[in-house]
């Protein structure tokens, strides 16, 4: 798996988990303090987000850290 597979894959889940729970990107944002274009690069798998950004991401959408990092998360 390349490093760039694994940023569409964490954001592909950033994605999806923030859809189920009914919450803007920009809400989002706010609520782990990262910058909505930043967020929306993760999402889109352009960057290579930082363990702490995950970390919040993960606390506010209320997921354990490693589901960011699951294939095919939906189930």
């Given at each position: 798996m390349s490093k760039r597979s694994i940023y569409?894959?964490?954001g592909f889940n950033i994605q999806i988990l923030r859809r189920e729970l009914d919450m803007t990107q920009e809400k989002l944002a706010i609520l782990t303090a990262i910058d909505r274009s930043y967020l929306g690069?993760?999402?889109n798998g352009r960057v290579n987000p930082s363990l702490q950004k995950l970390f919040f991401i993960a606390l506010t959408l209320?997921?354990?850290l490693s589901t960011l990092f699951k294939n095919?998360?939906?189930e």
């Open positions: 569409k894959i964490i690069k993760m999402e209320k997921i354990p095919g998360v939906v």
